[in-house]
């Protein structure tokens, strides 16, 4: 569509820009993609973050293993912990984290939509924003 084989990175951005597309680099530590099978784990990727016109596109770059599902080292620890949480009524700490960053409030505001969702995310997002 756009053919920008040599084009110069700033005017793509210039042009990008004007469309409505705003584009940012994370600095991401870790991705890991669960399927039913397999965890594709990426160690220090590249993540572009799109947005066009509210829809979030995320771009992942580089290296990754592939595990077989639950069979993962640190991934798994965090997962215990938070099920662990969960049993016994907490909301975990990473939930809240990402409620609070997706929607731009405090972790106590984060923490109560959580809450009065019962854990759903996507439901406390939407209660935020």
């Given at each position: 569509?756009?053919?920008?084989g040599?084009?110069?990175?700033?005017?793509?951005?210039?042009?990008?820009?004007?469309?409505?597309?705003?584009?940012?680099e994370?600095?991401?530590?870790?991705?890991?993609?669960?399927?039913?099978?397999?965890e594709?784990?990426?160690?220090s990727?590249?993540?572009?973050?799109?947005?066009?016109?509210?829809?979030?596109?995320?771009?992942?770059?580089?290296?990754?293993?592939?595990?077989?599902?639950?069979?993962?080292?640190?991934?798994?620890?965090?997962?215990?912990?938070?099920?662990?949480d969960?049993?016994?009524?907490?909301?975990?700490?990473?939930?809240?984290?990402?409620?609070?960053?997706?929607?731009?409030?405090?972790?106590?505001?984060?923490?109560?939509?959580?809450?009065?969702?019962?854990?759903?995310?996507?439901?406390?997002?939407?209660?935020?924003?």
């Open positions: 569509m756009f053919g920008g040599g084009m110069n990175p700033r005017k793509m951005q210039q042009m990008m820009k004007q469309m409505g597309i705003d584009v940012d994370l600095d991401a530590e870790e991705v890991v993609i669960r399927t039913a099978d397999e594709y784990v990426f160690d990727p590249q993540v572009t973050k799109m947005d066009a016109q509210g829809q979030e596109t995320f771009q992942v770059v580089g290296d990754y293993d592939v595990r077989e599902a639950g069979a993962g080292g640190d991934a798994s620890a965090v997962e215990s912990a938070d099920a662990a969960e049993s016994a009524g907490e909301i975990p700490d990473s939930d809240v984290q990402i409620v609070a960053q997706r929607a731009g409030v405090s972790e106590d505001d984060a923490r109560a939509a959580l809450e009065d969702e019962d854990g759903d995310l996507a439901a406390a997002i939407s209660r935020l924003e």
